[in-house]
């Protein structure tokens, strides 16, 4: 019950067996903080900075970023934050930024493709970032849409030259800092080793690699009983990224919605996943639910799903239960 979990808050999500799962918070502002807390959050996993973007007449410049973002860090303190770069495109239009209309949004020039093309606002929110984590944040930064390993070293290089121009200013800059992408396009959940030897760690977008891995727009409502989350096409994909990232030493997350959905939590749990970043009221039920979970069952179980034909079937297995 309410009551219970509220107990609960500050208590770790560990399993029966002793595996401890990370629960973190997604927010789409600073203001969201500090309920990611109060439900008991241990990190913020996902900040969509790009709402800070939309509905306005031009991007936020340096120092208004390093206000918002360094609200974050004031409000978590000691505990990890992920700022996701820009991911704007698909079906976040920025109009100021006058980007010609195209016919497949969704596979456009969006995210860090456009990031890595318009210097001007990626150095911008990368100096924000490192500003407002200072010296002592926990910053985690995070490049959305990646696809090749080229675009996260490119992205990396300018998170080097943006410290390096800090220093030079003498900014506070945090000793260390995290690079990790989000792995939402099938290119890089198949690459995935490739890439571990390159991130620091990944968060798996279950909304687009849902999209991606299916072809079936997420916001199409005419096909949304073929959007499924669980298909065993999209559970192996997570599978093979945790196996990948785990043979050298990297964490995994999950952020999209999957991640705050009671009966995909055995199911994840199950897969490997190290981390759950979701949104602030869903933290309480899913701590409880990992709480009561063994890590050895949950494994069985991800196991039986990855071999059943489709998304229904992998449902009724979790309806079954442990
Ligand atoms: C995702 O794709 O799963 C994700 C978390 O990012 P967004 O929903 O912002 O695209
Ligand atoms: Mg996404």
Known sequence: GVAADREQAGAEAVTLDGRTI????????????GNALANGAEEIGLFRTEFMYMNRDRAPDEEEQVRQYGAVFAAMG???????????GGDKELPYLNLPAEPNPFLGWRAIRL?????DLFDAQLRAMLRA????GQLRILFPMISTVSELRRAKAAVEEAVAGLRREGSAVPERWETGIMIEIPSAALLADVLAEEADFFSIGTNDLTQYTLAVDRMNEHI???YDSYHPAVLRLIRHVVESAHARGKRVGVCGEMAGDPSAVPLLVGLGVDELSMNAPSLPAVRRIVRGI?????CGLALAALGLEDGHQVRELLERGL
């Open 22 to 33: 990370a629960l973190g918070a997604n927010i789409g502002s600073a203001a969201e903080a």
């Open 115 to 119: 990031c890595l093309d318009r210097r």
């Open 294 to 298: 063994r890590q050895a069952e949950a």
């Open 133 to 136: 984590a200072g010296a002592d």
């Open 224 to 226: 949304s009983a073929l």
């Open 78 to 88: 000691a505990r990890p934050v992920v700022l996701r770069t820009l991911d704007i």
